[in-house]
């Protein structure tokens, strides 16, 4: 295992993070299971872990919690707020009001006294970003938390929560989780090299985009149980119904990277996952095993690196700044609703 400093902290965390996403009812439902994964991750120097308080609804910082008994001064510990965690609509979101509230809620689900690094989830757009770097920084001065991130901001609201920590003397947003990998580099033209500019640290999510990259998806292959894409996976659990891969455009780039990955002599994986840890501005990429199979296929290939010429063709695919067709950020952005977009009539 690698390590790297993150962003300006001094801190050194292993080139992978341990999400916990899976950990739960969204996955793996056995606690004691999820336990063993998370111990044979740090056994195998994993030191950095990240989860959310929406994971499951509370239930994976609840294993997590369990996990680090007796552990948790070797782990930096990462999990997020933001999401909806009730019908209420002010349990959610950066308002001070729902920060203060859920950082013992998360404290308590994940036995311990300080959270590492902790996240707004997505970019509040009805919240001035001052109110919530104060709340943060307020946890910070309050020993809560040691650091403060974000996570999916687009590259103009990056800038913007540095100028205003600056301007009104906040602590600053020292981390930023992007979604990244071969499928989506539009994040290369502005928040990666925003992030490299304000010495910021860079966690991606879904590095593997969802195990297309895993090679769970391929061309007249049956979709395996328990994939995202099954019958009875996480999307269609999310959806209620079953999601048609049969004529997606992304299965061709498959073969088309696989074939890539075969001239290297790596396998499909550890292409996705040296792809990302190349860029400058990457420090830890965040893999989610479900099983310990998983973990142990996604840490055997940890260290591989990837040459000029493998960069050089997976360019030619994908190529940069762009995104592969159907790639789902998740980020709404209000700017592009029609009341926003369109002048009302006089």
């Given at each position: 295992?690698?390590y790297?400093?993150?962003?300006?902290?001094?801190?050194?965390?292993?080139?992978?993070?341990?999400?916990?996403?899976?950990?739960?009812?969204?996955?793996?439902?056995?606690?004691?299971d999820?336990?063993?994964?998370?111990?044979?991750?740090?056994?195998?120097?994993?030191?950095?872990?990240?989860?959310?308080?929406?994971?499951?609804?509370?239930?994976?910082?609840?294993?997590?919690?369990?996990?680090?008994?007796?552990?948790?001064?070797?782990?930096?510990?990462?999990?997020?707020?933001?999401?909806?965690?009730?019908?209420?609509?002010?349990?959610?979101?950066g308002?001070?009001?729902?920060?203060?509230?859920?950082?013992?809620?998360?404290?308590?689900?994940?036995?311990?006294?300080?959270?590492?690094?902790?996240?707004?989830?997505?970019?509040?757009?009805?919240?001035?970003?001052?109110?919530?770097?104060?709340?943060?920084?307020?946890?910070v001065?309050?020993?809560?938390?040691?650091?403060?991130?974000?996570?999916?901001?687009?590259?103009?609201?990056?800038?913007?929560?540095?100028?205003?920590?600056?301007?009104?003397?906040r602590?600053?947003?020292?981390c930023?989780?992007?979604?990244?990998?071969?499928?989506?580099?539009?994040?290369?033209?502005?928040?990666?090299?925003?992030?490299?500019?304000?010495?910021?640290?860079?966690?991606p999510?879904?590095p593997?985009?969802?195990?297309?990259?895993?090679?769970?998806?391929?061309k007249n292959v049956?979709?395996?149980?328990?994939s995202?894409?099954?019958?009875?996976?996480?999307?269609?659990?999310?959806?209620?119904?079953?999601?048609?891969i049969?004529?997606?455009?992304?299965?061709?780039?498959?073969?088309?990277?696989?074939l890539?990955?075969?001239?290297?002599?790596?396998s499909?994986p550890?292409?996705?996952?040296?792809?990302?840890?190349a860029?400058?501005?990457?420090?830890?990429?965040?893999?989610?095993?479900?099983?310990?199979?998983?973990?142990?296929?996604?840490?055997?290939?940890?260290?591989?690196?990837?040459?000029?010429?493998?960069?050089?063709?997976?360019?030619?695919?994908?190529?940069?700044?762009?995104?592969?067709?159907?790639?789902?950020?998740?980020l709404?952005?209000?700017?592009?609703?029609?009341?926003?977009?369109?002048?009302?009539?006089?």
């Amino acid at each position: 295992m690698q390590y790297r400093v993150l962003g300006s902290t001094g801190v050194e965390v292993s080139t992978q993070c341990l999400g916990t996403m899976m950990f739960g009812a969204m996955g793996n439902t056995d606690h004691d299971d999820c336990v063993r994964i998370i111990h044979k991750a740090i056994d195998e120097g994993i030191n950095f872990i990240d989860t959310a308080d929406v994971y499951s609804f509370g239930e994976s910082e609840t294993i997590v919690g369990k996990a680090l008994e007796g552990r948790r001064d070797n782990v930096v510990l990462a999990t997020k707020f933001f999401n909806p965690m009730d019908s209420d609509r002010n349990q959610r979101g950066g308002s001070r009001r729902w920060i203060m509230k859920e950082i013992d809620n998360s404290l308590r689900r994940l036995n311990t006294d300080y959270i590492d690094l902790y996240q707004i989830h997505r970019p509040d757009f009805t919240v001035d970003l001052d109110e919530t770097l104060g709340a943060l920084s307020d946890l910070v001065t309050a020993g809560k938390i040691r650091y403060l991130g974000s996570s999916t901001f687009p590259a103009d609201w990056m800038v913007e929560a540095q100028w205003a920590a600056e301007r009104r003397n906040r602590e600053r947003f020292i981390c930023e989780q992007p979604q990244y990998s071969i499928f989506a580099r539009s994040v290369e033209v502005a928040v990666l090299p925003t992030a490299l500019r304000y010495n910021m640290g860079v966690i991606p999510w879904s590095p593997l985009s969802g195990g297309w990259l895993a090679g769970k998806y391929r061309k007249n292959v049956e979709i395996a149980s328990g994939s995202r894409y099954s019958a009875d996976g996480m999307l269609a659990k999310w959806s209620g119904r079953t999601i048609d891969i049969s004529n997606d455009p992304r299965l061709d780039l498959v073969e088309e990277l696989a074939l890539v990955a075969e001239k290297a002599n790596i396998s499909l994986p550890a292409l996705g996952l040296a792809f990302v840890n190349a860029h400058p501005a990457v420090t830890s990429a965040i893999i989610g095993p479900r099983t310990m199979e998983q973990l142990e296929d996604l840490i055997s290939i940890s260290d591989v690196t990837l040459d000029t010429a493998t960069l050089d063709a997976i360019d030619k695919i994908v190529p940069p700044g762009t995104d592969a067709p159907r790639v789902e950020h998740y980020l709404p952005n209000p700017g592009l609703l029609p009341e926003n977009r369109r002048r009302s009539p006089q």
